[in-house]
Antibody, heavy 120, light 111 residues
Framework: EVQLVESGGGLVQPGGSLRLSCAAS????????MNWVRQAPGKGLEWIAY????????YYADSVKGRFTISRDNAKNSLYLQMNSLRDEDTAVYSC?????????????WGQGTLVSVSS | QTVVTQEPSLTVSPGGTVTLTCASS?????????PNWFQQKPGQPPRSLIY???NRHSWTPARFSGSFLGGKAALTLSGVQPEDEAEYYC???????????FGGGTKLTVL
């Protein structure tokens, strides 16, 4: 059974940093691309970052480019999101989602998400 | 800025048919956008329904189908069930600029 479990969320002050993790199990992690998607309270889904299976292709939404860094450790079956210079508008539930298909263009499995609250 | 637009809300009667659409601000949606569709119910993570235009996942009921309609990606629900009441999101891939964008979501009410 495919499982994606996020952790690392919490309350952080504006300008602060946080590192999210996503532990994957039930599939060959190193064979799949991964995404981070967030959802602000009461709002829609926002895709924010993508990393290919071998980390050779990485790209970001403009809203987080230069502040967030996606990475992975295939030996540990883990995906990460380093978030710096956090802003109030980064408050959201952050979910990891497995990519598949041509250039990882599709998503199949999702984690439950971890809540990040940015507030002073 | 690339914007993906969906109908904010739609209402359908049980047993009826409804089509949701997904438009791109850059022009017609094509196979190169690899449209995906997701369903989300309150308090739950999204569930993937359709990938690459019209392919169902193994868990997706046959009453959900994907297509193109008038330059947009479309999700059609046939024989709507009460449990289909949810928010539906499309996702488009923009390969030229390496970007993925979700639509704003369509709140589907079954009434």
């Amino acid at each position: 059974e495919v499982q994606l479990v996020e952790s690392g969320g919490g309350l952080v002050q504006p300008g602060g940093s946080l590192r999210l993790s996503c532990a994957a199990s039930g599939f060959t992690f190193s064979s799949y691309s991964m995404n981070w998607v967030r959802q602000a309270p009461g709002k829609g889904l926002e895709w924010i970052a993508y990393i290919s299976s071998s980390a050779t292709v990485i790209y970001y939404a403009d809203s987080v480019k230069g502040r967030f860094t996606i990475s992975r450790d295939n030996a540990k079956n883990s995906l990460y999101l380093q978030m710096n210079s956090l802003r109030d508008e980064d408050t959201a539930v952050y979910s990891c989602a497995r990519g598949f298909g041509a250039a990882g263009t599709s998503i199949d499995y999702w984690g439950q998400g971890t809540l990040v609250s940015v507030s002073s | 800025q690339t914007v993906v637009t969906q109908e904010p809300s739609l209402t359908v009667s049980p047993g009826g048919t409804v089509t949701l659409t997904c438009a791109s601000s850059t022009g017609a949606v094509t196979s190169g956008h690899y449209p995906n569709w997701f369903q989300q119910k309150p308090g739950q993570p999204p569930r993937s329904l359709i990938y690459n235009i019209n392919n169902r996942h193994s868990w997706t009921p046959a009453r959900f189908s994907g297509s193109f309609l008038g330059g947009k990606a479309a999700l059609t629900l046939s024989g709507v069930q009460p449990e289909d009441e949810a928010e539906y999101y499309c996702l488009l891939y923009f390969g030229g600029v390496l970007l993925k964008v979700f639509g704003g979501g369509t709140k589907l009410t079954v009434l």
